[in-house]
């Protein structure tokens, strides 16, 4: 069983940067692949970005390729998102998301077992 705590969420002017982070519990946090989803009013959850479980691969949605980064740090079963560059567009609801299975980049939802409670981004123009 994991648990999943999503936290640094906030308001940011366009252009700013926003660091997101997921803190896991449990001792098998380096078995699972770490995601970030993100869900607008309104709107589907859609993929942001996923990690493998050594962080030695990653995956983007083209929406956010090369203004976000996803990291991890096993010792400290945290997995974080790196926001550069926002837009007005990024506002939504973020969530982290794991996986068993952690050399399988995911880009559905379905496919994650284990999801943090969410964190609001709102980027005003």
């Known amino acids: 069983q994991v648990q999943l705590v999503d936290s640094g969420g906030g308001l940011v002017q366009a252009g700013g940067s926003l660091r997101l982070s997921c803190a896991a519990s449990?001792?098998?946090?380096?078995?699972?692949?770490m995601a970030w989803f993100r869900q607008a009013y309104g709107k589907e959850r859609e993929f942001v970005a996923v990690i493998n479980w050594s962080g030695g691969s990653t995956s983007y949605s083209d929406s956010v390729k090369g203004r976000f980064t996803i990291s991890r740090d096993n010792a400290q079963n945290t997995v974080y998102l790196q926001m550069n560059s926002l837009k007005p567009e990024d506002t939504a609801v973020y969530y982290c998301a794991g996986k068993r299975g952690g050399t399988i980049l995911a880009t559905v939802p379905i496919a994650y077992d284990y999801w943090g409670q969410g964190t609001q981004v709102t980027v005003s123009s």
């Open positions: 449990g001792r098998t946090f380096s078995d699972y692949a």
